[in-house]
């Protein structure tokens, strides 16, 4: 009984401080697109903050609205102040986890196509979102990468009938972050 | 002690299983502690009004950088003029400008109205900007000389003419503030000076103090209100106060201001100083402007 008791502490400690493995961006990269055939539009955010937990395989993000950068200063305005809202909801978060946590391994280098799955919050709406992502693993940092699309209707994004030639209805998300063992 | 260790046991277990549960929640917490704290970043305020102008006169915002701001705008005649002249809309005056932005802080502008033919210039430096966070400030503060050259013909080409008479310059402080998502409000202290006025007892230097306002009715449109006051020994005999009143509305890269006002002029003398139409005679007048933006340099 009491080698049972000291295998099962051993187990769990042994569990507890192997796994517990944080790695964090703050400069990950989110850039946006739409493509109309009035115009495209693209933005980029370089401040992206991120974790992944390599244990749980639980994914979260956290983005400020206004760190979207435009090329015509108009467009950044009206994102902000007629599209997105930022001054009522800065920011846009996602809380998920890898789904199939067996076709990664995290102590060997190389490049594994993975699924994640989670809760995407934009605009005060909240939907959940499965996309298929990759994450490569290099020795003590790994990077991840995703494109994924989005549909305006979904978080209440509402666009004006004098504008709808040139917004898309539906909106390409490219996700792109390397992070490092914190 | 068997039945300690068995308990013992299932604690360890039940806490292990309580760590994987509250994972998310200790990631975004994680995510909070990691992003700057709002104590470390300062935040700008933006879009205090729609356009670079309240009604007539100039508000708190710039023209962004390297950015061309075509204006166009019409005044037309007083509505108690009556049927015969369509209310007004027979006489119109209209004034052309162009903005463009140096940089996000510095804009300069020209532009000609028909009202007595005059050509204008100036430019408007932000010298303060309303933020929150580590940098707090309360207001946007703005700085617009401008300057004016009026080129009606000589009343008498007999008489010796000065060129430097048809000139006419203003400097205005334009302090501002966005008070919350909708409403915005500024304080627009004016100095005009005149090299040639036409009395004897007219005084060459005007003060005036301006008070404006917008409030958004919806995202996209908002009613804006304008009034110069001017100071009573520095204003010249016979003239009113201007008081204009409008909607602007934002379309895109459009923004149309439509307004009802007594003053006919476009350019800051002739508005603030030469105002002669009374509200209460219905000397009022429709007007509109026209702002259409251009990048002519991409922001990066």
Sequence with gaps: MKNIFLIFTTLFLFTLSAGAQNFITKNGKISLFSKTDAENIDAVNNQAVSVINTQTGSVAFSVLVNGFLFKKALMQEHFNENYLESGKYPKATFKGSIVDMSKVDFKKDGSYNVTVTGDLNMHNVTNKVTVPAVIVVKGNSLSANTTFKVKLDDYKIAVPKVVENNISKTIELKVDCNYEAR | ?300
């Design chain 2, 1 to 300: 002690m068997k039945t300690l260790k068995i308990w013992f046991l299932f604690l360890l277990m039940g806490m292990f299983y309580k760590a994987g549960a509250q994972d998310t929640t200790d990631l975004m917490n994680l995510l909070e502690k990691e992003m700057t704290s709002s104590k470390d970043m300062t935040y700008y305020t933006t879009a205090t009004f729609k356009t670079t102008r309240l009604v007539n006169g100039h508000s708190v915002e710039n023209v962004a950088k390297g950015v061309l701001d075509v204006k166009i705008s019409h005044r037309f005649g007083n509505l108690n003029e009556g049927f015969y002249e369509l209310f007004g809309l027979d006489k119109a005056t209209m004034r052309i400008g162009f903005d463009y932005g140096i940089s996000n802080n510095l804009m300069i502008g020209v532009g000609r109205s028909t009202y007595q033919k005059t050509y204008d210039a100036f430019f408007k430096l932000k010298i303060l900007r309303q933020s929150k966070g580590k940098r707090k400030m309360p207001i946007t503060l703005s700085y617009v000389p401008t300057i004016a050259y009026r080129s009606l013909k000589w009343q008498d080409p007999s008489i010796k003419n000065y060129a430097t008479s048809r000139l006419f310059y203003s400097h205005q402080l334009i302090i501002g503030r966005k008070f919350s998502e909708g409403t915005s409000f500024q304080l627009m202290p004016t100095f005009i000076h005149q090299n040639l006025v036409t009395g004897a007892n007219d005084p060459n230097d005007l003060f005036a103090i301006g008070i404006g306002g917008r409030q958004k009715i919806t995202k996209r449109i908002s009613i804006n209100v304008e009034y110069y006051y001017q100071l009573e020994d520095y204003k010249l005999p016979g003239t009113r106060n201007s008081l204009s009143v409008g909607f602007d509305i934002e379309t895109g890269g459009h923004v149309f201001q439509v307004h009802f006002t007594n003053s006919p002029g476009m350019n800051e003398r002739t508005f603030i100083a030469d105002t002669k139409g009374r509200w209460d005679k219905g000397d009022i007048l429709f007007g509109f402007n026209i702002s259409r933006v251009f990048t002519i340099r991409n922001k990066h």
